[in-house]
C-alpha cells in the first residue's frame, strides 16, 4: 500500500502563497486517483483538489478555482498544491490521499490512504 508524506503548511497572511507537497512511496500516475483534502475544526474534511489516475482530469470545488492548483512530478512521485491568493477561511489540516478507485472520486470516503496531514493557517 502507498504512504503518503505532506509538508509545506505553515503560518502565512491573507494573500500570500503557499505550495503543499505530497510524497509518495511509489508511483501514483496510472495506479492512483490523488487528491487534496481540509479540514478545519469542527468541519467535515472537504476536498480542495482531485486529479485522476493519468492526469487527465482535473476537480476544484467553486471555493478554491482559479487560487489552487493540484500538479504531479512524475519522477518523484510527488503531488503538490500550489494554493495562491490565501484567505483566512482556507485555515485547515490539509491531507493528501490516494484512491483505487476509477474517474474522480470527491468524496473522503472513497480514498484508501492518507498522509498524516500538515496545517495551514491564514491570518487576516
Known amino acids: 500500500q502507498v504512504q503518503l508524506v505532506e509538508s509545506g503548511g505553515g503560518l502565512v497572511q491573507a494573500g500570500d502563497s503557499l505550495r503543499l507537497s505530497c510524497a509518495a512511496s511509489?508511483?501514483?500516475?496510472?495506479?492512483?486517483?490523488m487528491g487534496w483534502f481540509r479540514q478545519a475544526p469542527g468541519k467535515e474534511r472537504e476536498i480542495v483538489a482531485g486529479m485522476s489516475r493519468g492526469g487527465e482530469n482535473i476537480y476544484y470545488p467553486d471555493s478554491v478555482k482559479g487560487r489552487f492548483t493540484i500538479s504531479r512530478d512524475n519522477a518523484r512521485n510527488t503531488v503538490h498544491l500550489q494554493m495562491n491568493s490565501l484567505k483566512p477561511e482556507d485555515t485547515a489540516v490539509y491531507y493528501c490521499a490516494a484512491s483505487v478507485f476509477t474517474g474522480l472520486p470527491t468524496l473522503p470516503r472513497s480514498y484508501n490512504y492518507w498522509g498524516q496531514g500538515t496545517q495551514v493557517t491564514v491570518s487576516s
Open positions: 511509489e508511483r501514483t500516475r496510472s495506479n492512483y486517483v
